[in-house]
C-alpha cells in the first residue's frame, strides 16, 4: 500500500468524534462548577473570599460538586501526570515547551489525565490540565531532560563513606592515645614498669 495514500477508514467518523465532544459536561449539566474559564478562577482569587479561600494550589480542580480535591488527590494527579511526561520522553515526544507539545502527545497526556481524574473535564477547551502542565512541566524537564528531550546521564562519584572517615579517625586517635600514655608511664613511673603487657627496658640494660 502506498504509504502516501491515506484509508480513511482507520480514522474515527466525524459523528463519532462529535459524541465523544457532546459527553463532556457542560454548564448546564454541571452546575456546581465555578471555574470553567481561567478567567473564573484569576477573578476568584482577587475576590475577598479567595484571598481568604482554603482551595489550595490546585483550587481551580473541582468534583461534580464542586470541591477541590484532597491533599492526597493532589499528589496523586502531580504523580500521574510526571508519569505522563516520562512516557513522553520514552516516546520521543517530550516537547521543549508544554506550548510545543504534538497533537499526538497532548491526547495522549489528556486522555491519561481525564480517564482517571473526571474532574478535569470540568474545563472549557481543558484549560485546567494545560494549567497545572504548563506551570510545572519547566522546573521537571530541567532536572531531568538534557537540551534534547532525553533523560540526563548522572554521574556517580566514589565518595569515602562516614564510616570509613569514622574508623580512620577512632584509629588516629587511639594510637595517639597510646603514645601519650606510653611517655607518661615511661616518664612517672621509671623504665622498668610494665605498661598494657609490655617491658620498657631502659637502654643502659641492653647488652
Not at 26 to 55: A, N, V
Not at 85 to 97: F, I
Not at 136 to 141: D, I, M, Q, T, V
Amino acid at each position: 500500500m502506498d504509504p502516501c495514500q491515506f484509508d480513511g477508514s482507520s480514522f474515527p467518523h466525524a459523528s463519532i468524534l462529535s459524541k465523544q465532544e457532546d459527553l463532556r459536561p457542560t454548564r448546564e449539566s454541571s452546575p456546581s462548577i465555578r471555574f470553567w474559564d481561567r478567567e473564573d478562577w484569576e477573578k476568584y482569587l482577587e475576590s475577598p473570599e479567595g484571598q481568604t479561600s482554603k482551595r489550595g494550589t490546585l483550587g481551580y480542580l473541582e468534583d461534580e460538586d464542586g470541591n477541590p480535591p484532597s491533599l492526597k488527590t493532589g499528589k496523586a494527579i502531580r504523580k500521574l501526570l510526571r508519569g505522563g511526561w516520562a512516557e513522553l520522553v520514552n516516546r520521543q515526544l517530550a516537547p521543549m515547551s508544554w506550548g510545543r507539545l504534538s497533537a499526538s502527545g497532548r491526547k495522549f497526556i489528556h486522555d491519561l489525565m481525564e480517564n482517571a481524574y473526571p474532574m478535569f473535564r470540568f474545563a472549557t477547551n481543558s484549560w485546567k490540565l494545560d494549567y497545572l502542565a504548563s506551570t510545572s512541566y519547566p522546573a521537571w524537564r530541567k532536572v531531568h531532560l538534557d537540551e534534547n528531550g532525553r533523560w540526563k546521564v548522572r554521574k556517580v562519584k566514589g565518595l569515602k563513606t562516614e564510616d570509613d572517615d569514622d574508623n580512620d579517625n577512632d584509629s588516629a586517635g587511639e594510637v595517639s592515645m597510646k603514645r601519650k600514655a606510653m611517655q607518661h608511664a615511661f616518664k612517672t613511673e621509671g623504665p622498668d614498669k610494665k605498661f598494657k603487657g609490655m617491658l620498657l627496658i631502659h637502654p643502659c640494660q641492653m647488652s
